[in-house]
């Protein structure tokens, strides 16, 4: 062992330690200032992911789907970024998909089908069955149906204990099956809102996990650039049950082979307790 | 070491992912009627500072009483022990491996493991049992980098947490750290003020959920609130003719010891070879660095089955005492023990060669002296199943002095230098449990604390995670 040299640090030295704290208290204000939360956590993933992503796939003029024909319905997002509650109208082409963190899913004709990849890790098996019932230039609506099975203690199974769920199930699985009609309306070719209305049911052997509740989200999209989008999110969910409120902002990026967004929102339930929440996805696309 | 770094905030985000869809479950009210126990074990909250916040109005109404903290008064073993909740390697993420004759998580590189393994990605089973520990991914570093600002967003969350849990539980256990990094990086008067704050925020959920919930909470250690000496163990070995060294070699005649110089603490751990043992205890007291050392005694043939002998050296003086597998404390000479300021029973005969009290007999004639619970809390130091690796020779510093044993780089070392814990003294060792529902005798041993709620003994104990 090294025997460092013995010394006596007298913390009164307050020339020392105002000069000290002078260059270390901004750097650590500014950090914070920054909001170094899950949001920069997740903007460097996405980030990481989109750059290996890329590697192979030049994003030269990637252009807006659709854009050669005027006649096409414009573009508009596939998914929504609040689980269980938010969805769009709109399906993708059939053939077409995506493989991502939040989302894997492909469409044949009028029917998509998909999953949550991040759930299926941990441990929350799920599916997503999602129907086109009407599609126009401007209009699109569709029914969205999803099965998940929470296994027991859910909330135990996060990464060390970074993230305390409101959401706690102890003793049994939890079966979460949404029931979304979701409609997706575009006033311009760059402006679009979609809305949903979904009835989520939930069963247990926990007699206190079974009950119905319902929710309204709006989801406004605003395409700034050919593959840039930001997005408003709000919404009323879990009504019947423990309504909460929500917003959220976020941004999302169109390429044609990558695609991801990235938010952050707060939830407050009607007692007024609060909470924050990150939105993250990155995904490949095929066409 | 890059990829490393992106992978773990990779793996960070995508727990934000899941944590956001838990939080889209509705959480149906399952038992309006009862009021809902809430447990808060806040961290380094002192008896100074709960004072200061109750004579300014805070905590009106709250039963409170002191919680003596155990030995080495440090958060994770006072935690795990606490709370029953399993065997740690050491009192602090540094130890000694006898196995390996060397130690583990070893100076900077284990500080600086210390919040990523104990905070974020493999939280120590103790924190497992916590429903609530910060606000995400950051919460750590946010907590330590300003604990005055991180605390309003750390609250939002615990009640939105503990207004939603509380729906199908009848109790949850929290934690909150922001008071002990304030009293560390702000004194006395920064964790008043944050206390005050906590008793207001607590107020106004109350008064949003009306006869919904009850409060409790604890600390698991005190805190001296002095700004202190940061000094070398190593050095100080040195200094009373101890050699210190990273092994231990039975061949090497001099009289040798690894000291365990980790954070910032009143208190050092060291190992030494059974021969050396009494030797650096004695040595080692006589510095005006330490306070008192002690030691288990294992080599003492005359105590009798069931009894263990230990010993505590003050200024190179011994003082020894026994203690019974039922907690019977057996004193040596207690005429000698001027210094504890004892208040010995009245039946007892200080003249006597010997002084036996029973487990609580002992804890009230040294309760309120400057060393609470002295015997049991340097008994159980060594002897508590909640170490594997208990030290041979532990050391208790002056509130004004403080151990560590390596330069932070940049300004490291100037910082965070306004109170320390971890000594047996009075400071060091008064912690809190302050309650809206439970009222108390009198002052509660740390080790007594789920016996003492057994609401929360039922809820650590249902909670057992897979």
Known sequence: MSESVGFRFFADDVSVRASIQSRVKPATRLAYDLQMTDLMVSMLALIALSATADVQVRLKDVAAPSQDTETAPPPVAINGSVPLWEYTGAIRDTGSGQVGWTDAQVAFGPVQIGTKPFLDLYGSYNAELKLRLYESERLRAAFVFGVYRVPTAAESRGIGNLHASAFANPYAPVWLLPFSFAKSFSFTRTVALHWSSTALYMASDEAAQNHLSFGQTLFAEWRTAPVWAVRAHAGITGVRVSPVMHGALSFAYYGEYVQGNLGAGRRVDLAGEQSSFVMLDAALVFQ | MKTIVILMLGLCACDASYGGFLGAVPVADGH????????????????????????????SGWNDTDLIANFPAVSDY???????????????????????????????????????????????????????????????????????????????????????????????????????????????????????????????????????????????????????????????????????????????????????????????????????????????????????????????????????????????????????????????????????????????????????????????????????????????????????????????MPDDVTSFGFHLPGAGDHLAVDGFHGALTRGSSLGVLASQSHSFSGPVRADDLLETLPALQTKISATDKP
């Open chain 2, 32 to 59: 309006q009627e009862a009021p809902v126990q809430v447990y808060i074990g806040m961290d380094g909250v002192s008896r100074a500072a709960f004072e200061g916040a109750r004579s300014r109005g805070a905590f």
């Open chain 2, 78 to 396: 006072s935690w795990t022990r606490m709370l029953r909740t399993g065997t740690l390697h050491g009192y602090d993420l540094e130890y000694f491996d006898p196995e390996k004759n060397r130690l583990v998580n070893e100076g900077l590189q284990g500080v600086v493991e210390h919040p990523l393994r104990h905070g974020v990605l493999d939280p120590l089973p103790v924190y497992r049992k916590f429903d609530f520990m910060g606000d995400g991914t950051f919460w750590t570093v946010r907590g330590y980098s300003d604990p005055e600002a991180s605390l309003p967003p750390v609250l939002d969350e615990m009640f939105y947490v503990i207004a939603n849990r509380g729906r199908q539980q009848s109790a949850l256990l929290t934690y909150l750290m922001n008071v002990d990094v304030v009293s560390h990086q702000g004194g006395l008067p920064r964790a008043i003020a944050m206390l005050i704050e906590i008793d207001r925020r607590i107020t106004d959920f109350q008064e949003r959920h009306p006869n919904r919930f009850e409060f409790t909470f604890f600390s698991d250690h005190g805190n001296a609130h002095q700004q202190a000496a940061l000094v070398d163990p190593r050095v100080l070995l040195r200094q009373v003719g101890v050699q210190s060294t990273d092994a231990l070699d039975p061949s090497n005649a001099q009289v040798h010891a690894v000291p365990v110089v980790h954070v910032r603490v009143n208190f050092v751990a060291m190992h030494t070879l059974k021969r050396d043992i009494v030797a650096v205890g004695e040595r080692s007291s006589r510095h005006a660095w330490v306070d008192l050392s002690m030691a288990y005694l294992p080599d003492e043939s005359d105590v009798g089955a069931h009894w263990r002998r230990f010993a505590i050296w003050r200024k190179g003086e011994r003082f020894t005492f026994d203690r019974a597998d039922d907690g019977t404390i057996r004193v040596t000479n207690p005429a000698a023990w001027t210094w504890l300021k004892a208040q010995w029973p009245l039946h007892a005969m200080s003249d006597q060669p010997t002084l036996t009290l029973e487990s609580d007999a002992a804890f009230a004639a040294t309760v309120s002296g400057q060393y609470p619970d002295l015997f049991a809390r340097v008994a159980t130091a060594f002897t508590d199943p909640s170490i594997s690796t208990p030290a041979d020779v532990l050391l208790s």
